[in-house]
C-alpha cells in the first residue's frame, strides 16, 4: 500500500512499528509509542500527518503543563456597546493528529485532559460543549518510565489507547543507511497518499469488513483468558487484572484494519495472534508476586499460543 511507501522513505528499519501505526490509525483509534528519546517516534508521527493529509498539532508535555493549555479556555472580552463577554479560545487538541509528545512528563491532572477527547470526540468547557474535527486521532510518545522525571499513565487513560506500540533499535543495515541518509544536503519528505475525507472512507470502509465466527470466537477466548481467574490456571494466577470489553472491540478493529492494509477483505487467526501484544499490553497488569519471575509479553504469547 502507498501508506507504508509512503513511511518507509523516511523512517527505516521500523517495517512493525510503520504497519501498527497505519492499523492504529485505519481502526479510527489512538496510538501510544513508547521508546527511548532518539528513535524518530515524533518523525513518525510529523510524516504520518502528511502522508494521510491530516491537519497536526503538536503538544510537548512537560511538568508544568496545565489542563487549559492543551483544550483552551474562556477570556472575558469587552464588546463594542461596552458589554462583557467570554469567548472560548480553542487549544491544540482541537486538530485531526495530535502528537501528544512525551505524554508521560506532565502531571497526572493534566494527561486526563485528553480523556474525554479521546473517548467521546469533544470536549467540556464552563458547561460548552465544543466537537473535534474528523478524523481525530491522539498519537502520544512515552518515555521509559524508569527515566527521570516521568509519571505513569492511569489505568482509564491507558485503556483508550488502541495500541501500545513499542519502538525499539534499528539493526545495523538500517542504522547504516540512516547515517547516509540523513545527514547530507537533501532532507527526505513523506508524499501525501490521501485526504482526510478518504481516510474516514476508509474507516468506514474496516468497519465493513465481514468476521467470521471462528474468528469473533478466538478473540473472545483470548480476551477472556486474559483476565485473572478466567483462563489456565498456571497463566491467570500471575495476573492483577485484564482487559475489558473495549480490549475486545480494539483486537477486532485492528484485526480488519490489519487485513485491509495488506490486501485481504477479511481477517484471519493471524491477524488475530500478530496484534494480541500491542493491543493487550497496556491493559493487563501483573501481581506483585509475579513481577520479577514473568512479564505481560511472555504472558500474552503464553495466551496466544
Known amino acids: 500500500m502507498l501508506f507504508r511507501s509512503s513511511l518507509g522513505r523516511i523512517i527505516f528499519g521500523q517495517e512493525e512499528v510503520i504497519e501498527q501505526v497505519l492499523v492504529t490509525v485505519l481502526s479510527g483509534g489512538h496510538g501510544l509509542l513508547v521508546g527511548l528519546p532518539g528513535l524518530a517516534k515524533t518523525k513518525l508521527v510529523e510524516s504520518l500527518g502528511v502522508t494521510l493529509g491530516l ?26 456597546d461596552k458589554s462583557r463577554v467570554f469567548r472560548f479560545i480553542k487549544g491544540p487538541i482541537f486538530g485531526q493528529l ?5 505524554i508521560n512528563r506532565a502531571s497526572p491532572r493534566t494527561q486526563s485532559a485528553l480523556l474525554q477527547a479521546m473517548q467521546e470526540h469533544h470536549v467540556t468547557v464552563a458547561g460548552h460543549h465544543y466537537a473535534l474535527p474528523t478524523p481525530f486521532h491522539v498519537l502520544a510518545t512515552q518515555n521509559p518510565l524508569e527515566q527521570e522525571g516521568t509519571y505513569p499513565l492511569p489505568e482509564a487513560q491507558l485503556d483508550r489507547f488502541l495500541m501500545q506500540i513499542n519502538v525499539s533499535y534499528p539493526d545495523l543495515e538500517s542504522e547504516r543507511r540512516i547515517l547516509i541518509e540523513t545527514t547530507g544536503e537533501k532532507s527526505l519528505t513523506a508524499t501525501n497518499c490521501v485526504s482526510g475525507d478518504e481516510l474516514l472512507l476508509i474507516q468506514r470502509l474496516v468497519r465493513q469488513l465481514p468476521v467470521g465466527d471462528r474468528i469473533v470466537d478466538a478473540i473472545l477466548h483470548l480476551i477472556r483468558s486474559a483476565r485473572p481467574g478466567e483462563g489456565q490456571k498456571d497463566i491467570s494466577r500471575h495476573i492483577a487484572w485484564g482487559p475489558g470489553p473495549r480490549g475486545a472491540q480494539s483486537l477486532m478493529l485492528a484485526a480488519r484494519a490489519r487485513a485491509l492494509l495488506t490486501g485481504r477483505l477479511s481477517p ?9 501484544l500491542p493491543v493487550l499490553r497496556h491493559r493487563m497488569a501483573l501481581t506483585a508476586s509475579s513481577r520479577r519471575d514473568i512479564s505481560i509479553e511472555e504472558i500474552i504469547r503464553n495466551l496466544v499460543n
Not at 487549559?68 to 474562556?74: P, R, T
Not at 495530535?98 to 512525551?102: L, P, S, T, V
Request: hydrophobic share 50%; no cysteine.
Open 98 to 102: 495530535i502528537m501528544a509528545d512525551e
Open 55 to 80: 491537519a497536526q498539532q503538536r503538544i510537548q508535555f512537560t511538568p508544568d503543563l496545565m489542563p487549559a493549555d492543551i483544550i483552551g479556555s474562556e477570556i472575558l472580552e469587552e464588546t463594542q
Open 268 to 276: 484471519t487467526i493471524q491477524d488475530v495472534a500478530i496484534l494480541a
